[in-house]
Structures are given as structure tokens and as C-alpha cells.
């Protein structure tokens, strides 16, 4: 499928997003939901468990169970549930899936849902009120309508898609809003550096995974339709014989432009610290998009005007084989070009463990401590509270202690 089909399809989904909302009976929106808590499981396919609050283990769950403020769900590899809560939401949970009910307060007439996702996925179908989903690395908001939200079990990042409505995703580094057909990724903040959420359009395996989990969409035919067009319609690999020459006004986008500068291929770094990906610059070029690609086969994406982003080494836990590339992109967010793939090496994090001696402190003011050759911060809200030396395989620690 060209670009120009792609994003006809994009605007078509967007449009039919817009006159959805805007076809809802006007006596449900008026209506006021009681402000009782209930989340009652109405379907479950697969493994599925619960733990009401106070029980010391999960057991199986069941069609009708309601589940308790403070409960948990939990799903296997082939688990999926749908909880319908009093307000009317939905919220299906997705395979391999750990998340917490732990707050739902009245608000404007309806009601505040407040959620902790530790892994896997979920997918709200919000009516009335708003939503908020806690994750290891940052927090997801919906006030509207479709709300996905996934945790990587082995990098924490987290990406959230907006199907339709207004949405809002933000860590400590800051947060931002978006809406119907786009999607945010949360990185995981290390030592307390955390990047600010990125903002790019939702793909088709996006709305895959909409269709996938949430049979609740066939009951909108025209949305339905659209996003089953989006998705079916990308070429097979096998589309056109390899002799076949692509179309003049198609040229290929993947044509290797720019060099990498920094870290060199082949390099074995350290596992802790910053590292500076640079690259060359490109004329044309209306923003860049480096692509960390993990031993496990995850791929970590981020997004700059610049030639170069810095990242730290504990952000990438595993030991083993990395590789690196970076797209360019044009002012409508296509790809023009890119660098070819560079590889670097590195050993496994090991989580420090706090000095026994403290006879150098950091302060809760002066993160550099009190010995000004020895760069140190401290993790006052991280799971580690201590302080310890930014390069500790460089210099030695500088002190324990939270100041």
C-alpha cells in the first residue's frame, strides 16, 4: 500500500471516529451513572486469575465474580477478560497481563478510575468519566472514549494508543496530550533520567491489535470496516516478483542517506552510564528517529530535531548484542531515508548494592555530594534509596545515605 493510501486511510479513520461521537444518543450522554463501585468479569477466555484484597494468593477467576477495590487480575499467555465497570466502561485486559484496581471516586458526576498495570495490556472502552493507568514508567490518561496501554515485561516501555477521544500520557520529565489516531511512548527512567513521552502516529499493527482484543468494535460497522481495510491491505511479502522495478513515483525509502558517528560498530560498552548516539546530519530532514534494537528483539524508538541522543546503559538491563539505526523523516512524519545497522556490545546491569561506608554524603540539595571529583545522584524515589557515584566502574562510590 503507497503512502498516500496509508494516510487516505489514517484521515478516513479519524473522520468516521469524529461522526461516531458525534451519532451517540444524546439521552446517554445525559445520563448519570451511580457512583457505586462494580467491576464485574462478564467474559474470560484462556487462564485468567484473581486476588481480592487482603487474600495472600490468586485463584481462578469466573464469569460473574466481581472484582474489589484493590484486587488484582491476572492473565496468562493465552488469558483475556473483560470487566464492565458501574459507569458502563469496559476494560478488556490482555494476555500475560498483571493490573490493580485502586481507586474509584466520584468526579463531575460520574466516576474517577484509578489503575496500576505492572505488565501485559489493557484496553479501555471509557463512558463518562476519566481513567488513569499507572505503569512502571509513567501514567496514562483518558477522558473519552478508547485508551490502550502496554508495559514490555523486559524494557518497561510503555505505549499508549489513543483510538478516539482525548488522551494524556506523562512521566517525570513531563507529559503531553493527543487524541484519536496517534499514540505515545513512555520510556523507562533509569537513576532518575527519564526521556519526555514521544508522540507519532498510531500503525497498523495498532489498530490489529484493537481489532484482536476488542470484539467490541464490530458493533460499529463503519469504524469496524475502515480499521479492517487499514490492516488488511498491507502488502504481502510476496506482492510482486523481485525482478518487478517499484513504480517511478514510489521510490524505495529505506536507501541508506547518512553515517553513524557515535558509538562506533562493534563497540563493548560499559553497563552503566550515558552513551551519545550521533549521526551525520541530512538535508531536508525535519526530525530523526533512533531505533534501539534489544538482544530479546524489542526495539526502543526516539524521536529528535537533533543529530544525536543521549541515553543511559541501565536503561538497557540485558547483557549481549545491541544494533542501532536512525531514519530521517520528513515534515509529515514519513521516512525519506536511513543510516545502516550498527552494532555495539554490553555486559549485564547489575544492580548496585549501597556502600558500607557513608563518610561522603549527598544532600538532598546538592546532588553532587560533598567531594566535587566524584559525580554522584541520589535515587530518593527510585527502588535503590541511596546514593551512588553516576560512573561507579570509573571512580569509586561516594557515599550511602539519602542526605
Known amino acids: 500500500m503507497s503512502t498516500h493510501q ?85 476494560i478488556r485486559v490482555a494476555p500475560a497481563s498483571l493490573f490493580t484496581f485502586t481507586s474509584n471516586q466520584p468526579s463531575n458526576g460520574s466516576l474517577s478510575t ?19 493507568v499507572n505503569t512502571p514508567s509513567g501514567v496514562a490518561s483518558v477522558r473519552g472514549s478508547y485508551l490502550s496501554v502496554y508495559v514490555d515485561p523486559s524494557t518497561q516501555t510503555v505505549v499508549v494508543t489513543c483510538l478516539e477521544g482525548h488522551c494524556s500520557a506523562g512521566n517525570s520529565a513531563g507529559s503531553v496530550d493527543f487524541g484519536s489516531g496517534q499514540e505515545v511512548t513512555l520510556f523507562s527512567c533509569t537513576g532518575g533520567q527519564c526521556s519526555v513521552p514521544n508522540i507519532g502516529p498510531m ?77 551525520d546530519a541530512k538535508n531536508g530532514a525535519s526530525q530523526y528517529q533512533l531505533n534501539i534494537h534489544y538482544p530479546n528483539g524489542a526495539t526502543a524508538s526516539f524521536y529528535t530535531n537533533d543529530t544525536s541522543v543521549t541515553r543511559y546503559l541501565e536503561e538497557m538491563p540485558g547483557g549481549g548484542s545491541y544494533s542501532w539505526d536512525v531514519t530521517v523523516l520528513d515534515g509529515s512524519g514519513n521516512p525519506i531515508c536511513q543510516t545502516a545497522e550498527s552494532t555495539f556490545s554490553k555486559p549485564k546491569f547489575e544492580t548496585p548494592v549501597p556502600p558500607s561506608d557513608n563518610s561522603v554524603a549527598c544532600t538532598t540539595n546538592n546532588a553532587q555530594g560533598s567531594n566535587p571529583n566524584k559525580h554522584c545522584y541520589c535515587q530518593y524515589n527510585d527502588q535503590h534509596p541511596w546514593c551512588y557515584c553516576q560512573y561507579y566502574l570509573q571512580h569509586p562510590w561516594c557515599g550511602g545515605g539519602q542526605g
Open 114 to 132: 484509578q489503575i496500576n498495570l505492572n505488565l501485559g495490556g489493557l484496553f479501555i472502552i471509557l463512558s463518562g468519566g476519566n481513567a488513569n
Open 203 to 279: 500503525t497498523p499493527e495498532d489498530f490489529q491489535r484493537w481489532l484482536d482484543n476488542n470484539p467490541d468494535l464490530q458493533q460499529i460497522p463503519g469504524l469496524f470496516a475502515t480499521m479492517t481495510a487499514l490492516v488488511s491491505t498491507q502488502p504481502p511479502a510476496t506482492e510482486a516478483p523481485a525482478t518487478t522495478p517499484p513504480p517511478a513515483t514510489e521510490p524505495p525509502i529505506a536507501s541508506v542517506c547518512l553515517n553513524h558517528v557515535n558509538p562506533a560498530t562493534g563497540s563493548n560498552l560499559d553497563p552503566i552510564g550515558p552513551i551519545k548516539f550521533s549521526w
Open 6 to 90: 496509508h494516510r487516505f486511510l489514517i484521515t478516513s479513520i479519524l473522520l468516521m471516529l469524529i461522526a461516531v461521537t458525534a451519532c451517540q444518543p444524546q439521552a446517554a450522554s445525559q445520563a448519570t451513572p451511580a457512583l457505586s463501585f462494580s467491576a464485574v468479569l462478564k467474559e474470560i477466555t484462556g487462564k485468567a486469575n484473581i486476588k481480592q484484597p487482603g487474600a495472600s494468593d490468586f485463584s481462578p477467576a469466573s464469569v460473574g465474580m466481581e472484582l474489589q477495590l484493590n484486587g488484582s487480575i491476572q492473565t496468562g499467555d493465552d488469558g483475556r477478560a473483560r470487566l464492565d465497570l458501574t459507569s458502563g466502561t469496559i
